[in-house]
């Protein structure tokens, strides 16, 4: 057999130049003309089809090997990055590894334009690398063995790719489990995976629709190309930011779709990988819905408004989540469909902070303006996220902006509430928002770190009171007080006879004067907020101003600061959450201050995203 698959494979290099579209190794139809099959007769057209398909097969063993060793260093990086961190430079391994895994981790931490580190853009390199390789290795480049070689092995990589685009979309993964690299930050991977999937689905149809054969096998790979084109295009990041429910939509329905057509253009290759996949993600779903169902039974979120275009909501359960997990909250009577990710800001209880954008969220804020304390019908989805033990480090920097704090004080506020329990000595807390009067989304948890002696608070105020417009346009808090007042539903308060404490989950204090009735509460928020931000009064309000600076925080001094004069066996934790450029210099910082002889740093940047 193999000898006559070799004389053939000669046969069609000598008969290569003279090959009709699609070559030997392509789809025609006209089997019968020995022409059309480098000179091959039908039967040895069809053992060299046969040949091809071997190659092809055994290639795409290769090629999932090697995915499997990229995902092996992946998770080695990232289960021995933990490790190291918590080595340091103890014992012999600490000694003798140490020094060229910081050196490396120095430049991979660093950010990269458009991507999220160096190590992030090495990675996909090598991954893009693969994918080239294997899409032109052995099939002669098109020109001597015929595009159709070319178009089958497309075919195979496409569908490997989709075997990992489908593993990467789930938030349950495996991969994720393991790294402790969750979900979210994970989704950028599925991203490039899935590009690849449509490049090479893309080729696959251009060159196999030259060796055109109008049969369902045809129309099924077509209409799977279909699907996958539209998924592409509805997922460009301009799309998925102004109208991401409509992405959603469209992205699962496509990928179905996608999943399902393929079934049908080749049952018997494709089958296996495709069951497996989409059954992978619907396991996935099953277990994602029946722990919703599990957490939301009478599950209650009670929502009240804060400045700045912010909500507070507070969930009727309790819960010993790892602090600073997300979760996926979907409020019915506002949205039915939608669920959205946000960060538990407590420590140890549901609680979330909420800004206000467009959709599900403006809704939200909209509500708890009007209803300041109403409880909603809720169900929860989490807990996700995989954050470091910053218990066991000796010294934690952390580094937040606006709503980025949910993460930040739910992971101070647990060390401050365990501190006997902790390794922790100092924490050195950076918190950055735009106006003074968003302090209110955390103030008990502000008045914690305020009396931890381990707590060096700092609050960065980047707006001075002259600059005080709301940029969002539908904004009650976007103008004059006596807008304000027309704005807002003023009811008679003994009417509604609301009053916070006496709904559920008022406990949790969010308001110190919890005495106001609420429209009266609502409207002196968010008028404060527009017309005496600097002087609120209450808690906060009475806070040390020495705790607040105008403008933004020196990163890159603040880590050496925070690090200097550490010992080489300290833990150092560095962790961020906020906007893109906050993170972009926490890893800046971080990495310059990573040295091969001193403590051992580590850094965590949670992003209110999908990376
Ligand atoms: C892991 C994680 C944790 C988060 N934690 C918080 C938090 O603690 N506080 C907070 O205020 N925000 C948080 N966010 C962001 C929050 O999920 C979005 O702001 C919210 O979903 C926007 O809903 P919307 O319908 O009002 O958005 P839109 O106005 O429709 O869109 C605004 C932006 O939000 C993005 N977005 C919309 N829906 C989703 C969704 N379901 N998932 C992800 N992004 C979406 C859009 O792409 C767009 O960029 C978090 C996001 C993630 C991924």
């Known amino acids: 057999m193999a000898s006559t698959i070799q004389a053939l494979w000669s046969r069609a290099e000598a008969a290569g130049s003279r090959n009709s579209a699609g070559g030997p190794g392509g789809n025609s139809t006209n089997t019968s003309s020995s022409s059309h099959g480098g000179g091959m007769t039908p039967a040895q057209l069809t053992a060299f089809r046969h040949w091809m398909s071997l190659v092809n097969a055994d290639l795409m063993r290769w090629y999932g090997l090697s995915l499997c060793v990229l995902i092996f260093f992946f998770i080695l990086f990232h289960v021995s990055r933990t490790f190291m961190h918590l080595q340091g430079r103890r014992g012999m391994m600490g000694k003798m590894v140490a020094a060229p895994f910081r050196a490396f981790r120095k430049i991979a931490l660093r950010k990269m334009p458009k991507f999220t580190s160096n190590g992030h853009f090495a990675l996909i390199a090598t991954y893009t690398g693969l994918n080239v390789f294997f899409a032109v290795y052995r099939t002669g480049f098109g020109g001597i063995y015929g595009t159709g070689f070319i178009a089958k092995r497309c075919a195979w990589l496409a569908l490997c790719n989709l075997a990992l685009v489908f593993l990467l979309a789930m938030k349950n993964n495996p991969i994720a489990f393991i790294t402790g690299y969750s979900h979210e930050r994970l989704n950028v991977l599925h991203r490039w995976a899935g590009r690849f999937v449509w490049v090479q689905a893309s080729i696959h149809v251009c060159l196999a629709t030259r060796l055109r054969q109008e049969d369902h096998t045809y129309r099924a790979g077509l209409t799977a190309w279909l699907f996958f084109s539209i998924l592409f ?4 990041a301009f799309i998925r930011r102004r109208a991401y429910e409509y992405f959603f939509i469209v992205h699962i329905v496509c990928a179905l779709g996608a999943a399902a057509a393929l079934g049908f253009h080749e049952p018997k290759t494709y089958g296996m990988v495709l069951y497996l996949a989409s059954g992978m993600w619907i396991f996935d779903r099953l277990v994602r819905f029946f722990r919703g169902v599990h957490y ?38 506002l949205k039915l469909f939608q669920s959205h990710p946000f960060t538990i800001s407590s420590a140890n209880s549901l609680e979330f902070i909420v800004r206000a954008q467009r959709g599900f969220t403006r809704k939200l804020y909209d509500r708890a303006v009007q209803n300041p304390g109403q409880s909603l019908q809720c169900y929860f989805d989490g807990p996700y996220g995989n954050v470091p033990d910053y218990r066991r480090m000796n010294r934690v920097i952390l580094f937040a902006g606006g709503s980025g704090g949910s993460f930040s004080f739910a992971i101070a506020t647990d060390i401050v509430r365990n501190l006997k329990r902790c390794c922790v000595e100092s924490i050195e807390f950076v918190w950055v928002i735009r106006e003074k009067s968003h302090s209110k989304w955390f103030e008990k948890e502000l008045e914690e770190l305020r009396n931890c002696p381990v707590v060096n608070l700092r609050i960065f105020v980047t707006r001075e009171p002259s600059d005080l417009v709301n940029t969002h346009p539908e904004s009650p808090t976007n103008g004059t007080a006596e807008d304000l007042h027309r704005s807002l539903p003023i009811h008679d308060s003994t009417e509604s006879g609301l009053t916070i404490d006496e709904k559920p989950g008022s406990s949790s204090g969010v308001h110190s004067n919890d005495i106001l009735s609420v429209p009266e509460k609502a409207l002196e928020l968010t008028i404060d907020t527009r017309i005496k931000p600097l002087s609120r009064s209450g808690s906060v309000g009475s806070m040390s101003p020495c705790y607040f600076e105008s403008g933004r925080p020196d990163m890159d001094a603040i880590v050496k600061e925070a690090t200097r004069n550490a010992n080489q066996h300290d833990l150092i934790a560095v962790g961020a959450c906020g906007p893109t450029e906050l993170m972009r210099r926490a890893r800046n910082a971080t990495a310059a201050a990573i040295t091969t002889s001193g403590a051992s740093i580590s850094l965590h940047c949670e992003q209110f995203g999908w990376g």
């Open 296 to 333: 939301s039974k009478g599950t209650k979120a009670t929502i009240y408004p804060l400045p700045g275009d912010a909500v507070k909501v507070v969930l009727n359960k309790s819960a010993t989540f790892q602090p600073a997990s997300h979760g996926f909250i979907n409020i019915p009577s």
């Open 233 to 236: 295009f509805c997922s460009f």
